[in-house]
């Protein structure tokens, strides 16, 4: 089963991009990684790569009046933050895959992820809390749950 992941970038994360890609290709061979490119540098550089499981999405492709809105009024920082959503709901509706797994540019894998698919079983969506410990709990700055894994079901 072909597994579709989807991920967030611009150029100063481009390179973590990369490094997810190459873990990806380690540890599935049967997978596609989209990634929401935040800049045209990173566009351009992951297209010009023409890498076979990795395919760059144009932040234009997903922009509408009322994300244009949203981009005027946060950070760069923080509208990569509400494009993390969005990546997953344009390509569950776009392509009508029957799952999208978002992940962190950051992480990588040493393993395959099918581990974590049977522990998601019937499940439509996996949620990954952060596990803070108690000395050390952000949970009120940074929420219960971390982005880093989440698969949903169409």
Known sequence: MRRVFCTVFDKNYLYQGISLYISLLNHSDDFKLYCLCMDQISFKLVKKMNLEHLIPVSLVDI??????????????GQFCWVCQPLIIEYLLIKFNFYMVTYL??????????????????????TLVPHNYSSEFDNTKAAGVYCVQFNAFKN
């Open 63 to 76: 922009e509408t009046e009322e994300i244009i809105a949203i981009k005027k009024n946060t950070t760069h």
């Open 104 to 125: 962190e540019t950051d992480s990588m894998f040493f393993d395959s992820p099918e581990a974590i698919f049977r522990e998601m079983d019937e499940n439509s969506v």
